[in-house]
């Protein structure tokens, strides 16, 4: 599996990004993924992922503020973030694991550690 991330960059408060997370070889129809942050000396954080049903889930920090998507025939993921605040500011890196349905956000980088597919990250930075 391979998963390249674009579309970080920086803005300032209250700006808008689109990140895109394109995305070949998975071998199955049945995979959840998700946006995961990590700000320099914290721990990764999922904000938002799509199960391997299309349900989406979001961290308590942006709920509100961005938006998952998925779009199957291009084989893109996509993070829509709005009102981008200075905590936001992290790597973003995409995730992919086969199956896990009806994971949760909180579940979802141990899952992904252990058995998940990542992309390299994208910066983005609101100041």
């Known amino acids: 599996v391979q998963l390249v991330e674009s579309g970080g960059g920086s803005v300032q408060a209250g700006g808008s990004l689109r990140l895109s997370c394109a995305f070949h070889?998975?071998?199955?129809?049945?995979?959840?993924m998700a946006w995961v942050r990590q700000a320099p000396g914290k721990e990764r954080e999922c904000v938002a992922l799509?199960?391997?049903?299309?349900?989406?889930r979001y961290a308590a920090s942006v709920t509100g503020r961005f938006t998952v998507s998925k779009d199957i025939t291009k084989n893109v993921l996509y993070l829509e973030m709005n009102s981008l605040k200075p905590e936001d500011t992290a790597m973003y890196f995409c995730?992919?694991?086969?199956?896990?349905?009806?994971?949760?956000?909180?579940?979802?980088?141990?899952?992904?550690?252990?058995?998940?597919?990542w992309g390299q990250g994208t910066q983005v930075t609101v100041s």
């Open positions: 070889g998975v071998s199955d129809t049945k995979y959840s």
């Open positions: 995730s992919l694991v086969y199956g896990a349905r009806g994971i949760t956000v909180a579940a979802f980088v141990a899952r992904a550690t252990a058995f998940g597919h």
């Open positions: 799509v199960d391997s049903g299309d349900t989406t």
